[in-house]
């Protein structure tokens, strides 16, 4: 059985490594710093944090201010705050002037659970990767959710990473090397393309095996970059496979099944099956009973991917 | 009493300047560009410890338009002051230009905040003085809004944020000119009492005369001498000042003078083409 971490508490850790080791580094987080772990930071460099209050425009517009003096901020709170509430001032305040700052956002997708619809952003990807010079990324699990956090401090510009509340199975080695902009085949196959983000690359890699046991021979990508997407891996899976199905916990309008489609339908068109929430909204229950509910777990990715071979 | 003549002379040079760019361009927002004139004078020309050789020197003076639509002030003075050759200022929401209709931090040297969108400059200038306390840096954080421009959520947001976080490094001018486009602050949506509601929130409030630079620099002075607060500058302006025919009128908020309306300005400011 897998170690289980949520991609927040990584994120939390991975701060404080990071604050150590960075004096720019300063947190902000709006009331919810328990939440989003960056709870952890403040109790390592109390100067270095600052609460906003409940205040998610405010969180934006000051750390684009703190970014314009040479602080790296990470600014964090829950995903649908982030990106739905303060949209606009991320646009113009923060993307249009390249300022670096580093939107953490956690609490994205259904596994939210009992807070329900209003809490769980299953549009945040969409919103995100349609702004100019804005970099997107989405960690598969605690290990990546670390090295993201690092790459994001490197990369000089605005970064969203979305991360999840729930605890997911680690399934990344410690030694996997991360990189903005290039996504990683986690298995080889040759039937079908399962490509996957976030806490759904586990969920690919458990449809992967099922359908091993069926004689079908899939293969997985984890696209943790979900902008700029990494073209050449889409490609490269078109051609040597019979279809791509692309799972990610949010709306299949917008996010990663729309980028798939995009690169594939410019480069080498290919059957595709996005699952996702089919644009509908949330509701409350238990994280892993709404991912079953909604279609997000192996059995459907093994339908799909049965449905597609049959095409 | 200190005599400002070579300030006001300036003063009128930056509002020669915005007429003449106004009419080039053929859109932009002369109204509010006119009354913040003597604030971003003597900003610029005394107070603001800037390079214009360096404008991304680190220990500089800041200064955030929050009301970005008066972008051609502030573009009459940075070129005055040397920061861009007097120029481009015929180039302002040109394609290419580096003179965007609203601030861009990026293409413009000098700009120190992309502003336009409304209530969001107050914030980033909070962050900048948040950024110098933290590093116990001497440069003092400026910030000019809009008399309707408070209407916007967020400013009440940075004002608990300002008051909170003691930004006594920051001062904000408030260009109370008391019209918005679509009419008198009072019939679109009341702010008053503005000073009360920056005073309820934790500021130290002054009010002045904002055309006045003897006002401007007292209030100044006053700014950097409180301590544990962020102080606020409530300048009583008129909307397009200086011009007769503009003067509190609002439908010179976001238009340009036509080659008439340009020449009879000018002639006003005794200013030539």
């Given at each position: 059985?897998a170690n289980?971490?949520a991609?927040r508490?990584?994120y939390g850790e991975?701060?404080k490594e990071l604050?150590?080791i960075?004096k720019?580094i300063?947190?902000?987080d709006?009331?919810l710093?328990?939440?989003?772990?960056?709870?952890v930071?403040?109790?390592?460099f109390p100067?270095?944090?600052f609460?906003?209050?409940?205040a998610?425009?405010?969180?934006?517009a000051?750390?684009?201010g703190?970014?314009?003096?040479?602080?790296?901020?990470?600014a964090s709170t829950?995903?649908?705050?982030a990106?739905?509430r303060a949209?606009?001032?991320?646009r113009?305040?923060?993307a249009?002037?390249k300022l670096?700052?580093k939107?953490?956002?956690t609490h994205a997708?259904?596994?939210?659970?009992?807070?329900g619809?209003?809490h769980q952003a299953?549009?945040?990807?969409?919103?995100?990767?349609?702004i100019?010079?804005m970099?997107?990324l989405?960690?598969?699990d605690?290990v990546e959710?670390?090295?993201?956090?690092?790459?994001?401090?490197?990369?000089n510009g605005?970064?969203y990473?979305?991360?999840?509340?729930s605890?997911?199975?680690?399934i990344?080695?410690e030694?996997?090397?991360f990189?903005?902009?290039k996504?990683v085949q986690?298995?080889?196959g040759?039937d079908?393309t399962?490509?996957a983000t976030g806490?759904?690359?586990?969920?690919?890699?458990?449809?992967c095996?099922k359908?091993?046991?069926?004689?079908?021979?899939?293969r997985?990508?984890n696209?943790?970059?979900?902008?700029?997407?990494?073209?050449?891996?889409?490609?490269?899976?078109?051609k040597?496979?019979k279809?791509?199905?692309?799972?990610e916990?949010?709306?299949?309008?917008g996010?990663?099944g729309s980028?798939?489609a995009?690169?594939?339908?410019?480069?080498?068109?290919a059957?595709i099956v996005?699952?996702g929430?089919?644009d509908?909204?949330g509701e409350?229950?238990?994280?892993?009973?709404?991912?079953?509910k909604?279609?997000?777990?192996?059995?459907?990715?093994?339908?799909?991917?049965?449905?597609?071979l049959?095409? | 009493?200190?005599?400002?003549e070579?300030?006001?002379k300036?003063?009128?040079?930056?509002?020669?300047?915005v007429?003449?760019m106004l009419?080039?361009?053929?859109?932009?927002h002369p109204?509010?560009?006119?009354?913040a004139?003597?604030?971003?004078t003597a900003l610029?020309?005394?107070?603001?410890?800037?390079?214009?050789?360096n404008p991304?020197?680190?220990e500089?003076?800041r200064?955030?338009l929050s009301?970005?639509?008066a972008a051609?002030i502030l573009?009459?003075?940075?070129a005055?002051?040397?920061f861009?050759?007097k120029?481009?200022l015929m180039t302002l929401?040109?394609?290419?230009s580096m003179?965007?209709g609203?601030?861009?931090?990026?293409?413009t040297p000098g700009?120190?905040m992309?502003?336009g969108?409304?209530?969001q400059?107050?914030?980033?200038?909070n962050g900048?003085?948040?950024a110098g306390?933290?590093?116990?840096k001497?440069?003092?954080?400026?910030a000019l809004?809009?008399?309707?421009e408070?209407?916007e959520?967020?400013?009440w947001?940075a004002?608990?944020?300002?008051?909170h976080?003691?930004?006594?490094n920051?001062t904000v001018?408030?260009?109370?000119?008391?019209?918005?486009?679509d009419?008198?602050?009072?019939?679109?949506m009341?702010i008053?009492p503005i000073?009360?509601?920056?005073?309820?929130f934790?500021w130290?409030v002054?009010?002045i005369?904002?055309?006045s630079f003897?006002e401007?620099?007292?209030?100044l002075e006053?700014?950097?001498?409180?301590?544990?607060?962020?102080?606020?500058i409530i300048?009583k302006?008129?909307?397009?000042k200086?011009?007769s025919?503009?003067?509190?009128?609002v439908?010179?908020h976001?238009k340009a003078?036509s080659e008439e309306e340009a020449a009879?300005?000018?002639?006003?400011?005794?200013?030539?083409?």
């Amino acid at each position: 059985m897998a170690n289980m971490i949520a991609t927040r508490d990584a994120y939390g850790e991975a701060l404080k490594e990071l604050g150590e080791i960075n004096k720019d580094i300063v947190v902000l987080d709006a009331d919810l710093s328990g939440s989003t772990k960056t709870a952890v930071f403040k109790k390592a460099f109390p100067e270095r944090f600052f609460n906003v209050g409940i205040a998610e425009q405010n969180l934006m517009a000051t750390a684009a201010g703190l970014a314009t003096t040479g602080k790296i901020p990470f600014a964090s709170t829950f995903a649908i705050f982030a990106t739905g509430r303060a949209y606009e001032i991320i646009r113009n305040s923060v993307a249009y002037p390249k300022l670096n700052v580093k939107i953490a956002a956690t609490h994205a997708g259904l596994t939210v659970g009992e807070d329900g619809a209003t809490h769980q952003a299953l549009e945040d990807i969409s919103l995100m990767r349609s702004i100019p010079n804005m970099v997107v990324l989405c960690p598969a699990d605690a290990v990546e959710t670390k090295k993201c956090v690092f790459k994001a401090a490197e990369h000089n510009g605005p970064v969203y990473i979305r991360l999840g509340r729930s605890k997911v199975p680690v399934i990344l080695d410690e030694d996997y090397e991360f990189e903005i902009g290039k996504s990683v085949q986690l298995r080889n196959g040759s039937d079908v393309t399962i490509i996957a983000t976030g806490v759904m690359v586990a969920k690919a890699l458990e449809a992967c095996d099922k359908l091993a046991e069926e004689n079908i021979s899939a293969r997985v990508i984890n696209i943790s970059t979900i902008k700029p997407i990494d073209k050449d891996i889409i490609i490269k899976a078109a051609k040597e496979t019979k279809g791509i199905v692309t799972v990610e916990e949010h709306n299949i309008i917008g996010g990663l099944g729309s980028a798939v489609a995009e690169v594939l339908a410019e480069n080498h068109p290919a059957h595709i099956v996005r699952i996702g929430t089919m644009d509908t909204f949330g509701e409350s229950g238990d994280g892993n009973k709404l991912l079953d509910k909604y279609g997000l777990n192996a059995e459907n990715i093994v339908a799909k991917a049965k449905e597609l071979l049959n095409k | 009493m200190a005599s400002y003549e070579n300030l006001e002379k300036i003063a009128n040079n930056l509002r020669v300047e915005v007429i003449k760019m106004l009419k080039e361009a053929k859109s932009g927002h002369p109204g509010g560009s006119l009354s913040a004139c003597e604030i971003l004078t003597a900003l610029y020309f005394k107070e603001m410890n800037v390079d214009s050789n360096n404008p991304n020197w680190p220990e500089r003076d800041r200064f955030v338009l929050s009301k970005g639509h008066a972008a051609p002030i502030l573009y009459a003075a940075l070129a005055e002051k040397g920061f861009f050759p007097k120029e481009e200022l015929m180039t302002l929401r040109k394609i290419d230009s580096m003179l965007q209709g609203h601030p861009d931090m990026k293409g413009t040297p000098g700009v120190d905040m992309t502003t336009g969108s409304l209530g969001q400059g107050l914030a980033a200038a909070n962050g900048m003085a948040i950024a110098g306390k933290l590093d116990s840096k001497e440069y003092r954080v400026y910030a000019l809004l809009g008399d309707g421009e408070v209407q916007e959520g967020i400013i009440w947001e940075a004002a608990m944020l300002a008051a909170h976080y003691q930004l006594d490094n920051l001062t904000v001018f408030l260009d109370h000119n008391g019209l918005q486009i679509d009419g008198w602050n009072r019939d679109v949506m009341n702010i008053e009492p503005i000073d009360e509601k920056f005073k309820a929130f934790g500021w130290y409030v002054i009010n002045i005369d904002g055309h006045s630079f003897e006002e401007i620099f007292m209030a100044l002075e006053e700014a950097k001498n409180t301590k544990g607060k962020p102080t606020i500058i409530i300048a009583k302006t008129v909307k397009g000042k200086g011009v007769s025919f503009m003067e509190d009128q609002v439908d010179w908020h976001g238009k340009a003078p036509s080659e008439e309306e340009a020449a009879k300005a000018l002639e006003e400011l005794g200013g030539v083409f």
